[in-house]
């Protein structure tokens, strides 16, 4: 029999892990209203918006001061690409596949830039084996597993005294972990994840060492220019400086720095993450009580906080073939989403069937609170559609 409807909805239902929830209190008006639209983006008050957001977001995430911001078309996937394409072939590399964005770089690395490197791998759900990583080669990473709902434990497994460099994706650990920036030297992120901002544009963080690279290394790779790092056989110093590649939104240049101010009005960097860290302490208990579902992670040391990923442990959806989780998944989310309860967590499609519920600090502790009865109740209905007549 299907169990009742509970009576409290999220007020905010959003749970998608991209773009994330918007912050708290977000309308269009407040937070684009100064947006200098119609304006050319190399005006110089266009540019001095750009040029506050890059500040504020060095502010937020405490980046050290020698360290260079740089805009790049194409969210976190283009700044990824660039630094990649740029910089790598100067060292060995290794490459760390864990979750399907792992798998991605590592492609990139292998069949695209054809690069001799050493693929560390482990399946969904588990961490590779950090002790193989070789401070003397360049490794690509992602620190936090948007699709698996993995992340690496800390930055222990990187050397301080490393040769190589390492080139972090951390689109979905920004703004709610730690990120050691003593130990990453290329990191990249987009807007649209942990602070709800708009897609579109990705930002690269570089380190000295880097920039080192950019000017001592110039790969002999044709590079098209949404690529390109290098001027004149040298890292350009007008991208290290707040220039631009091509032409952005300045609603999204807005909308970010509208992010940044609620980021900084909130307590900063610690407030994001204790935010974080209690939604995550909300889900983590229903789940701990509920027979039905379990983190798809199961060493608690490496799952993911932002971005967590569930399977269906009931014997009965145990049994079930992937075609058929697929199915239950999908129902659950369909019911989910016609009550207004939860909007956008089915699992990533490269992922197995499932829900992925966004954690981060956007969203509000007690939404989460409200979701926990609503995901029970969408369980039971979907299940029992599935049932056999």
Same mark, same amino acid.
């Given at each position: ?13 959003? +749970? ?9 209190? =977000? ?41 260079? @911001? ?5 969210? $976190? ?21 864990? $979750? ?31 002790? %193989? ?9 992602? =620190? ?24 972090? $994706? ?38 000295? %060492? ?10 002999? %790779? ?16 007008? @991208? ?39 939604? +995550? ?14 983190? +798809? ?22 049994? @079930?073939?992937?075609? %058929? ?48 009865? =609503? ?15």
């Amino acid at each position: 029999m299907t169990p009742p409807k509970p009576s409290r909805r999220p007020e905010r239902p959003w +749970f998608s892990s991209g773009p994330t929830a918007k912050r708290p209190g =977000w309308s269009p008006e407040g937070a684009l209203g100064s947006a200098l639209v119609g304006r050319g983006i190399r005006a110089p008050a266009a540019m001095a918006r750009v040029a506050d957001a890059l500040e504020r977001t060095r502010a937020v995430l405490e980046i050290p001061d020698e360290f260079k @911001l740089v805009l790049i078309p194409g969210s $976190d996937t283009g700044a990824m690409e660039a630094a990649m394409w740029s910089m790598l072939g100067a060292r060995r590399v290794q490459a760390l596949a864990y $979750d399907a964005f792992g798998q991605i770089w590592a492609a990139d690395v292998l069949k695209h830039l054809r690069l001799e490197a050493e693929l560390l791998e482990a399946p969904f759900g588990r961490m590779a084996d950090l002790s %193989r990583v070789d401070p003397e080669a360049d490794l690509v990473f992602v =620190w936090n597993g948007t699709t698996a709902g993995v992340k690496v434990p800390s930055g222990e497994f990187i050397a301080s005294d490393r040769k190589g460099l390492t080139f972090c $994706d951390a689109t979905s650990a920004a703004f709610a972990m730690d990120l050691p920036w003593d130990k990453l030297d290329v990191t990249t992120f987009s807007f649209q994840k942990a602070l709800g901002g708009e897609a579109g544009i990705g930002m690269a963080v570089l380190s000295p %060492r880097a920039i080192e690279r950019l000017d001592a290394f110039t790969p002999d %790779r044709p590079l098209p220019k949404l690529m390109r790092l290098h001027k004149d056989g040298r890292a350009d110093r007008d @991208l290290l400086e707040g220039g631009m590649i091509n032409t952005y939104s300045l609603l999204v240049i807005e909308d970010w720095i509208d992010a940044l101010r609620w980021a900084a009005r909130a307590g900063g960097l610690e407030a994001l993450k204790r935010r974080t860290a209690e939604n +995550f302490a909300v889900l983590s208990a229903w789940v701990e009580r509920t027979p039905w579902v379990d983190f +798809f992670c199961k060493d608690p040391a490496i799952r993911s906080e932002t971005s967590v990923t569930l399977e269906f442990v009931d014997p009965k959806a145990k049994a @079930l073939s992937t075609e %058929r989780r697929a199915a239950l998944a999908g129902r659950l989310c369909s019911a989910l989403e016609k009550e207004g309860a939860a909007l956008d967590v089915y699992s990533h499609r490269m992922a197995p069937p499932g829900l992925r519920i966004w954690c981060g600090c956007t969203v509000e502790a007690s939404d989460l609170d409200a979701l926990t009865p =609503w995901l029970d109740w969408a369980y039971a209905v979907a299940a029992a559609e599935l049932e056999p007549a």
